[in-house]
């Protein structure tokens, strides 16, 4: 035990909060029977405080299976349950960072999600794996076969191609009802190269910023408009911009519990961004999945690696980014009023940075802009929300977060996270509540500020 637990806890877990290192290369981290050990101890604190009963379906399952039990006790459950509590949980990390009091430095030492994230990885080094996420994470491998293709891809897995879905459904079990990415013949490396965005030299940051743009795997290949108005963005402002992509982050192996391979890509990924950084350049990521993972999941796998943690340091969300240029040098001019305003969908991952809801105040500088924000759980979580045996879940989870959305009558749905913005737009347009409303059309934060310059 370190010796911040040791100090006497000061209740309701009033000083800062701190995740412990990933212990992934200990043998003992996949010991199944001490993983269940640490599940039911752990479990037995949630038990008696039940605080996230309402963040997602993981602790519903838990404290219904304990409740049911013979004793009513967590000595009543066991591996099982354990596995059905798992199978709820998308690694949001929102009952670690908004509810829970017990986590580190408090003795009782609580991180669900990162234990759930343990008892993936113990279970996968059994041999329990499942071969199409595995498919489905290898999003590199994916992207590159589906470019020459992407006509021919798009018009296969349309949901309203409903006999190819269907079978897609049978061999696969991806959800016939869900609407999947997506492809492009060019990617945004592909038009960022191509069409070269030059420099504003009146720009306020001209000559003192310089920015190495994380594309990520799906804004690369699925939506690489967001890649091009971020770089036009900050081009006007005179930072000095280039697309950097070596490969995905790994979000889809660290959700499945194949942390070799997800540490493997943040030292590959961090050796490719060192020079930038050495030479002056800031680290923009345009997912918030892909600045959680750099910002805070490589460091703690990866602790003693000082690439790592320098690419963490340097690292930045687009629109925390535009914020911080806002502050330090100002705005370049030329922001035009934009109707129909927008609801910015705050999500998860961007949350767990702790760096507050900069998309929203990003857009609230787009003179007379309504801007609404909703900080509800989309319930997407990458393959959770594809998979027939959790789309349903995925739209419970949802839906509670697409009906704040559609109340709020705006044209634009906005998240940082682009598949929870395909998520809640799809809920919204089946909800027969909705009476055959338009439902917003989908857009990434940095999307609409570039519409607001004339830009895009």
Not at 122 to 137: I, M, P, T
Request: proline share 7%; hydrophobic share 40%.
């Amino acid at each position: 035990m370190s010796e911040e637990s040791k100090a006497p806890p000061r209740e309701g877990s009033l000083d800062a909060p701190f995740r412990r290192p990933i212990l992934w290369q200990d043998e003992d981290y996949y010991d199944l029977d001490k993983v269940h050990e640490e599940l039911q101890r752990q479990f037995d604190v949630c038990h008696t405080c039940r605080r996230c009963f309402n963040l997602c379906d993981s602790f519903p399952r838990m404290f219904d299976a304990i409740d049911e039990g013979p004793t009513g006790e967590v000595d009543s459950i066991g591996a099982k349950d354990h596995a059905h509590v798992a199978e709820a949980c998308t690694l949001c990390d929102m009952c670690f960072l908004t509810k829970c009091p017990y986590v580190p430095p408090h003795v009782f030492d609580i991180d669900i999600p990162h234990l759930i994230l343990r008892y993936r990885a113990a279970r996968r080094r059994a041999g329990d794996r499942e071969f199409v996420r595995e498919q489905l994470g290898q999003t590199d491998r994916n992207g590159k076969l589906a470019i020459p293709v992407a006509g021919l891809a798009n018009w296969a897995t349309a949901r309203a191609n409903t006999p190819l879905r269907k079978l897609l459904e049978g061999i696969a079990q991806i959800d016939a009802e869900v609407e999947l990415p997506r492809y492009h013949t060019r990617t945004a490396k592909g038009r960022l190269n191509a069409d070269p965005i030059q420099v504003n030299r009146s720009g306020p940051a001209f000559g003192k910023r310089k920015v190495a743009l994380y594309a990520t795997c799906f804004v690369d290949y699925n939506k690489p408009d967001t890649a091009v108005a971020a770089a036009k963005v900050l081009a006007l402002q005179g930072c000095e911009v280039k697309l950097v992509y070596p490969e995905c982050c790994k979000m889809p192996q660290l959700e499945s519990g194949d942390l070799s391979e997800v540490a493997g890509a943040a030292q590959r990924v961090a050796k490719v961004f060192a020079p930038y950084i050495a030479d002056g350049y800031d680290v923009v990521a345009l997912t918030a999945s892909c600045g959680l993972m750099m910002k805070f999941e490589w460091p703690l796998l990866l602790p003693d690696d000082a690439a790592v943690g320098g690419l963490s340091l340097a690292t930045k969300d687009i629109c925390e980014y535009v914020m911080e240029l806002s502050k330090a040098h100002g705005l370049a001019p030329g922001l035009q009023p934009l109707d129909g305003g927008a609801t910015v969908h705050h999500a998860c991952h961007a949350r767990a940075q702790n760096m507050g809801a900069k998309s929203a105040e990003m857009l609230r500088l787009i003179p007379g802009f309504k801007v609404d924000v909703v900080e509800r759980c989309s319930g997407h979580g990458g393959t959770f929300g594809v998979m027939k045996s959790t789309h349903g879940l995925a739209n419970k989870v949802g839906r509670p977060a697409a009906r704040q959305v559609a109340a709020k009558g705006n044209e634009t749905l906005c998240s940082d996270c682009p598949l929870a913005c395909k998520h809640l737009v799809q809920l919204i347009a089946d909800d027969p509540k909705a009476e055959g409303a338009a439902p917003p059309a989908e857009a990434h934060p940095i999307e609409v500020f570039a519409r607001a310059y004339g830009v895009t």
